[in-house]
Nanobody, 125 residues
């Protein structure tokens, strides 16, 4: 079974930036519909942002609009999540997952597959 691999998390000061990477070696699933999701203890995973196989971007959280962006580099088989102006409430484990060649971004976290192990992002002074 294929799983994505996330990297780039860590400790970031409020107002700072970081970029997460999601890769899937030996697979072209990165070129499909891919989303970044996040989870905090005691809460369900929530979809943050998604990019479709055609490059359309869908933001799912009003709190990150204008601060988070998603992009894809197919030459590197990687999807990125650029996170700017980070806030303590952005602290979570961030995951990437895919929805195949779905032309849209599914609105249910359970519709995504091949989750990675996640990467912790902690925003704290």
């Amino acid at each position: 079974q294929l799983n994505f691999v996330e990297s780039g998390g860590g400790l970031v000061h409020p107002g700072g930036s970081t970029r997460l990477s999601c890769s899937a070696s030996g697979s072209n699933l990165i070129s499909g519909t891919v989303a970044w999701l996040r989870q905090v203890p005691g809460k369900d995973r929530e979809i943050v942002i998604c990019i479709t196989t055609h490059g359309t971007i869908a933001n799912f959280l009003d709190s990150v609009k204008g601060r988070f962006t998603i992009s894809r580099d197919e030459t590197k088989n990687t999807v990125y999540l650029q996170m700017n102006a980070l806030r303590p409430e952005d602290t979570a484990v961030y995951y990437c997952a895919e929805a195949g060649r779905d032309p849209g971004c599914p609105r249910q976290a359970g519709a995504y597959r091949n989750w990675g192990q996640g990467t912790q992002v902690t925003v704290s002074a």
